[in-house]
Nanobody, 127 residues
Framework: QVQLVESGGGLVQAGGSLRLACAAS????????MAWFRQAPGKEREFVAA????????RYADSVKGRFTISRDNAQNMVYLQMNSLKPEDTAVYYC????????????????????WGQGTQVTVSS
């Protein structure tokens, strides 16, 4: 059974940092593109960051560029999102997602392209 389990969310003051982690029970984890999305109350789910098989390709939403960093550890089946200089507008539930792809391609930014999702972890940034 495929599972993606997020952790590391919490309450932090503006300007602070958090590191989210996603543990993936996926066969051949290293052949999946991985991503983080987020959803704030009353808003649609939005793309945050994505990383290719080998981590050679990454993509970021404009709103988080320079502040967030996505990484992965294929030996441990883990994906991380380091979030620095957090802002109140970063408050949302953050979801880990996996995209079964062929080749070490540039990762996707569209939620519908992702095959598996975690349950999410809440991030709250106070002003």
């Amino acid at each position: 059974q495929v599972q993606l389990v997020e952790s590391g969310g919490g309450l932090v003051q503006a300007g602070g940092s958090l590191r989210l982690a996603c543990a993936a029970s996926l066969r051949a984890f290293s052949t999946y593109g991985m991503a983080w999305f987020r959803q704030a109350p009353g808003k649609e789910r939005e793309f945050v960051a994505a990383i290719s098989w080998s981590a050679s390709r990454t993509r970021y939403a404009d709103s988080v560029k320079g502040r967030f960093t996505i990484s992965r550890d294929n030996a441990q089946n883990m994906v991380y999102l380091q979030m620095n200089s957090l802002k109140p507008e970063d408050t949302a539930v953050y979801y880990c997602a996996a995209d079964r792809v062929i080749g070490d391609i540039t990762p996707q930014m569209v939620p519908d392209r992702y095959d598996y999702w975690g349950q999410g972890t809440q991030v709250t940034v106070s002003s």
